[in-house]
């Protein structure tokens, strides 16, 4: 059984920046394409970016891909997303799934069948 293990999350001040990370204990997630979802208050969880098993295609959508980043560390079966200049709007729980190996990725819900539990991201002053 995968189990996906979120962390990086906080509060930080509009215009900072987190770095969450998505790891797993005794499962490699180099067969897994990973996607980042989040879910703010009152809101349907949406889908932020993805990066493929097979390649390390990236997918990132166009409201947040100039401030996120995906990326992933093999040696550390980490990955990783990199969120610079924070806004308010930012806040929500941030999830990652996984899903079956790809060479390409999309962040639709019913493509990942593994989530973990969420790190709660809050931007506030």
């Known amino acids: 059984q995968l189990q996906l293990v979120e962390s990086g999350g906080g509060l930080v001040e509009p215009g900072g920046s987190l770095r969450l990370s998505c790891t797993a204990s005794?499962?490699?997630?180099?067969?897994?394409?990973i996607g980042w979802f989040r879910q703010a208050p009152g809101k349907e969880r949406e889908g932020v970016s993805c990066?493929?098993?097979?390649?390390?295609?990236?997918f990132t959508t166009d409201s947040v891909k100039d401030r996120f980043t995906i990326s992933r560390d093999r040696a550390k079966n980490t990955v990783y997303l990199q969120i610079n200049s924070l806004k308010p709007e930012d806040t929500a729980v941030y999830y990652c799934?996984?899903?079956?190996?790809?060479?390409?990725?999309?962040?639709?819900?019913?493509?990942?069948?593994?989530w973990g539990q969420g790190t709660q991201v809050t931007v506030s002053s």
């Open positions: 990066i493929s098993s097979f390649s390390d295609f990236t």
């Open positions: 799934a996984a899903g079956s190996p790809t060479y390409d990725c999309s962040v639709v819900r019913s493509s990942y069948g593994y």
């Open positions: 005794k499962i490699t997630l180099d067969h897994s394409t």
